[in-house]
């Protein structure tokens, strides 16, 4: 561990890979919760695009009452890449 809330990058990818054996189990309540872990943990855009894609199949296969925790992976996701990119431009 870099710090108490940071993981370095071959932790938070290991944690990208316990969530897609979660949500290949069916197990899609803890491969969320992970999910959200890894997207404000990570500032790497590759695995942000990982989590980002994950979180979009847990989307297509949840019922309705379960859409809600994969959006806002998305969600997270996507206003951190957004930050990013206007750091960037500054």
């Known amino acids: 561990?870099?710090?108490?809330?940071?993981?370095?990058?071959?932790?938070?990818?290991a944690v990208v890979a316990r969530a897609r054996d979660e949500l290949a189990a069916g197990?899609?309540?803890r491969a969320a919760q992970?999910?959200?872990?890894?997207?404000?943990?990570?500032?790497d855009p590759?695995?942000?695009?990982q989590v980002r894609e994950l979180a979009a199949d847990g989307l297509q296969r949840a019922g309705r009452f379960g859409k809600g925790r994969w959006k806002?992976?998305?969600?997270?996701?996507?206003?951190?890449?957004?930050?990013?990119?206007?750091?960037?431009?500054?």
């Open 1 to 13: 561990m870099v710090g108490s809330d940071a993981l370095d990058h071959t932790d938070v990818q």
């Open 27 to 29: 197990d899609d309540k």
């Open 34 to 43: 992970l999910l959200t872990d890894a997207a404000y943990r990570t500032r």
């Open 46 to 49: 590759e695995i942000e695009r």
């Open 72 to 90: 806002e992976i998305i969600r997270i996701v996507d206003s951190l890449q957004t930050l990013r990119g206007q750091r960037q431009a500054s």
